[in-house]
């Protein structure tokens, strides 16, 4: 990923962490938290990066994990969600070219969360379907037409978030939010 990746990661992933108790953790606590998010199979030699996009481990395997973040839970990503995500981070169009995973089994934590309707809501409101997530997958399809049929609800144990944007996926809840 470019130093321009780097700095959308964590815009989009951080937002500000820089002054929070998010900065106050030892690399060791980062990592730790970061290996949280999926099976030790990915996290073990996986790339780590802090919630300012700087390398703690680097890795081997094509997978990068993230520590808890204030607007999001800890995950370890393939490089299509990165891309994914700086996409919308940039509010640019993506062209999803694989079927790719992301692995959030540390859920939210104490994140925020986000809207199942609108990928740049900052905030809940009535309308947008604020969510906040015990463990799960999520899964990118690079064709929009596989998401027909699949519900939108995020009441539903599989459900499709961003539905009618360029940056749609598949959850996959593991477990309900404790």
């Known amino acids: 990923m470019k130093t321009g990746s780097f700095i959308g990661m964590s815009v989009l992933l951080g937002l500000l962490a820089a002054g929070s108790a998010l900065a106050e953790k030892s690399k060791a ?7 949280s998010a999926a099976p030790a199979v990915v996290t073990k030699n996986a790339t780590i990066k802090s919630p300012d996009g ?8 094509g997978w990068t994990c993230y520590p808890q973040q204030e607007v999001i839970g800890p995950m370890c990503n393939r490089p299509q969600w990165d891309k994914l995500l700086q996409a919308m981070m940039n509010k640019k169009p993506i062209d999803v ?6 692995y959030m089994l540390a859920g939210e934590g104490e994140a925020l969360g986000v809207s199942n309707k609108d990928p740049y809501a900052s905030k809940p409101t009535s309308d947008n379907d604020w969510v906040k997530e015990g463990p799960h997958l999520m899964i990118t399809v690079p064709d929009p037409a596989a998401l027909e049929g699949i519900s939108t609800d995020p009441k539903d ?14 959850m996959v809840k593991i477990e309900p939010e404790h």
Do not use: D
């Not at 700087?54 to 395997?61: A, D, I, M, Q, Y």
């Not at 144990?157 to 598949?170: D, E, F, N, R, S």
């Open 29 to 35: 606590e980062l990592i730790t938290e970061a290996e």
């Open 54 to 61: 700087k390398v703690l481990r680097e890795g081997s395997n």
């Open 97 to 102: 070219t694989e079927f790719s995973i992301s």
């Open 157 to 170: 144990p599989v459900y499709v978030m961003w539905k009618g944007t360029p940056y749609a996926h598949i």
